[in-house]
């Protein structure tokens, strides 16, 4: 009912009488297993065998939402089983099990839906207020392995991202809580922020990649305990890693929003946890700004035609001017001259231009 | 319904054909959803019927057709759908959770049956609002989908949606909802899913918005959100969700109605956006698909057909940014 990418051509052929008549077939053996499991639910029929009824609903049918909960219903009561009372049916260890194995195989054919990866969060919380605190920490590691599979199949999928990110915060969570090792691991943090550079590396376009890094760093430099200089050393390495990039491809949005993101942390409105360099002073900002307008001018002489560069000149100019409006590394006309090629280059956004200029007075 | 004003349908036919809304086509494919019982697709799809049934029946409505579907067959459809708790499932039998709920009470409220709820459910209308009310996060101000617990800003902004529309605000806390989509607030001037998450088209429509009913729209960077929705917009014509993806026509939507919100609509070209929308219909035999030549569903039939409302095409009703609902029926409920 919300198709995505699925050509009509391929779609609306015309069925003939017998595939008709087999579709018809198919709509009886799926509304059969429906009225099966939701009658088995009605009775309270918490059994193994209705959750492979389910399982086997589910696979044809990952978005019947109602149908994960009856999966949770029937699951709740088969983890409260009592051993005796259990015999040899299937222990906690192995329903949960089942169900990461389940949640796996159907996030690989369909992965933007929304009901399988709150599925795999609930029997992940359920498995850790069940099972011993090693076996837990066992299958939260694996989540990684499964997001990392999830986005080298699809490196923008945000449902991935975000799960990553609260599967991290959970292996966080378990860590802190142990006893801490004699060699002690190296930190989540750390390992998720090389984990950005790997996915920049393979795709300097994954904005997702790029977003995540600008969430980490912050956390990062908390965690190592990073002093002014420390602070400084990163912040100019971002800047060199995000200036290569754009040299490599100014064309690219999600580079330019990077570099976005940079300076608006040196802008002293900045929230204060958001801050890379705290306490800079104005002369510090003025060196920053400058660098950038003198680097991304020298790559308009071989991409006069890039109008991500007019908007990024234009962007730093004016986070300049809040800092020091009597610069004279620019003038007004530089200001408008970049409006002007931008009003040439992007005229979809023209009216955005027109009041920009009329912010920039007459 | 009063079409509003400028030229009529009839006109219509004067129009480029590149420029031509096949509203008839478009009333008789959303006819024609739920005749279509021969289709296994038709079952597997019955966890979006509500959803369904709002998205055909608000099309309908800015195409100047309110009464193409039976107005009891839908309402007796929509009561069945309502739990005893308040909540409204998918369809009868389905658990109830916010998304649905939120249809619920947006049909009801374009079929001005808030009155007759009352009358065959007594204190329905309080019912569905405590329902709502229950599913917020009183420490952190967001809210559920259901009683499982999955929280998401999208159903924050249904719960705002739902309960404005109802008058029943007042049932939740609304400055713990604003911190909370202040605290999914990103650099570039978005929101996410949830604090921490990258910015989504989707997402910001949600939390725009949100803000929008709470009256707390001064806490968005007008300009720098503008700017970024703004650069949604690729050569085609067309909207994407997040930078460098491609163009869809659902996010015609999601970013048109937050710029609308915003005031900055101007700042992308809404005459090629028109063209995109409209090469995305199926010309034969009604609705609209993500992109062009693709299949058609009623999702992006009615978020294509409030785009073009918002674009002020010739003969829609007007639409309203913030609920997706005709404006006729938002300003009835809302008294604004
Ligand atoms: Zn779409």
Redesign the pocket.
């Known amino acids: 009912m ?1 198709s ?1 990418g699925v050509s009509r051509a391929a779609a609306t052929t015309v069925r003939s009488e017998e595939a008709r008549q087999k579709e018809l077939q198919q709509i009886d053996t799926y509304k059969d297993l429906v009225n099966q499991v939701n009658a088995k639910i009605v009775e309270r029929q918490y059994t193994i065998e209705v959750l492979s009824l389910i399982t086997k609903l589910l696979n044809e049918n990952p978005e019947y939402y109602t149908i994960w909960n009856h999966r949770r219903r029937v699951l709740i009561t088969l983890l409260a089983l009592d051993p005796v009372d259990r015999g040899d049916r299937a222990s906690p260890e192995e329903l949960i099990e089942n169900d990461l194995q389940l949640t796996f195989s159907l996030l690989r054919k369909f992965p933007k839906c929304y009901w399988i990866w709150n599925h795999r969060d609930w029997i992940l919380q359920k498995g850790e207020s069940t099972l011993e605190a090693d076996t837990t920490r066992r299958l939260w590691s694996g989540e990684l392995q499964l997001v990392n599979k999830m986005l080298h199949a699809d490196s923008r999928n945000f449902h991935a991202w975000s799960y990553r990110r609260f599967v991290v915060a959970q292996l966080d969570r378990i860590q802190s809580g142990s006893i801490a090792d004699a060699e002690a691991p190296k930190s989540m943090i750390e390992l998720e922020f090389e984990y950005t550079t790997k996915m920049i590396k393979i795709n300097l376009s994954n904005f997702s990649a790029w977003h995540n890094r600008s969430r980490l760093i912050p956390r990062l430099l908390d965690e190592r305990k990073a002093d002014h200089n420390a602070r400084r050393q990163l912040f100019d390495n971002e800047l060199e890693l995000i200036c290569t990039a754009i040299n490599t491809d100014p064309f690219d949005q999600s580079i330019w929003y990077y570099h976005q993101y940079l300076m608006s942390t040196l802008a002293p409105d900045c929230p204060e946890q958001s801050k890379i360099v705290p306490n800079l002073t104005t002369e510090d900002r003025t060196k920053y700004y400058a660098h950038e307008m003198e680097y991304i001018q020298e790559i308009l002489e071989d991409e006069a035609d890039c109008k991500w560069i007019y908007e990024s000149l234009l962007h730093v100019a004016q986070c300049f001017l809040v800092i020091d409006a009597g610069t004279d590394l620019f003038t007004t006309s530089d200001m408008r001259n970049w409006l002007e090629n931008l009003q040439r280059l992007d005229p979809l956004r023209k009216g955005r231009w027109e009041e920009v200029g009329a912010s920039l007075g007459k | 319904m009063a079409l509003v004003s400028g030229p009529g349908r009839g006109g219509m036919s004067d129009m480029p054909v590149e420029m031509r809304l096949f509203v008839d086509k478009h009333v008789r494919y959303i006819q024609s959803l739920d005749t279509r019982k021969d289709e296994l697709e038709y079952w597997l799809t019955e966890h979006l019927r509500l959803n369904g049934l709002y998205w055909g029946l608000t099309a309908l409505h800015l195409l100047g057709h309110p009464d193409a579907l039976p107005r009891d067959e839908v309402l007796e459809f929509v009561l069945s759908c309502l739990h005893d708790n308040g909540g409204f499932g998918a369809a009868p039998g389905h658990d109830a959770h916010m998304l649905y709920t939120v249809s619920g009470v947006q049909i009801l409220a374009t079929l001005d049956a808030f009155d007759e709820l009352d009358r065959r459910v007594p204190g329905g209308r309080q019912k569905i609002g405590q329902f709502i009310a229950g599913l917020q996060d009183p420490e952190t101000g967001t809210f559920a989908g259901d009683e499982w617990g999955e929280r998401d800003t999208r159903f924050l902004y249904g719960a705002l949606n739902a309960l404005s529309l109802m008058k029943l605000l007042h049932l939740v806390n609304v400055d713990k909802a604003v911190e909370h989509i202040q605290s999914c607030a990103n650099f570039d001037g978005g929101y996410g899913t949830s604090p921490g998450a990258e910015s989504h088209s989707g997402q910001i429509f949600t939390c725009v918005s949100a803000l929008t009913i709470a009256g707390r729209l001064d806490l968005v960077d007008h300009d720098k959100l503008g700017a970024w929705l703004s650069e949604r917009q690729l050569k085609n014509g067309g909207l994407n969700g997040r930078p460098e993806k491609k163009e ?4 015609s939507w999601w970013v048109m109605s937050s710029l609308a919100n915003l005031k900055r609509l101007h700042w992308i070209d809404g005459r090629k956006l028109t063209e995109f929308i409209l090469q995305c219909q199926d010309p034969e035999l009604g609705g609209l698909a ?1 992109r062009p030549g693709d299949m058609v569903d009623v999702f ?1 039939t009615v978020f294509g057909i409030a785009g073009l409302s918002l674009l002020k095409y010739p003969g829609l009703a007007e639409v309203d940014p913030t609920y997706c609902m005709p404006r006729e029926v938002t300003r009835r409920c809302l008294g604004k």
């Open positions: 919300a995505h | 869809d026509v659902c996010y993500d992006h």
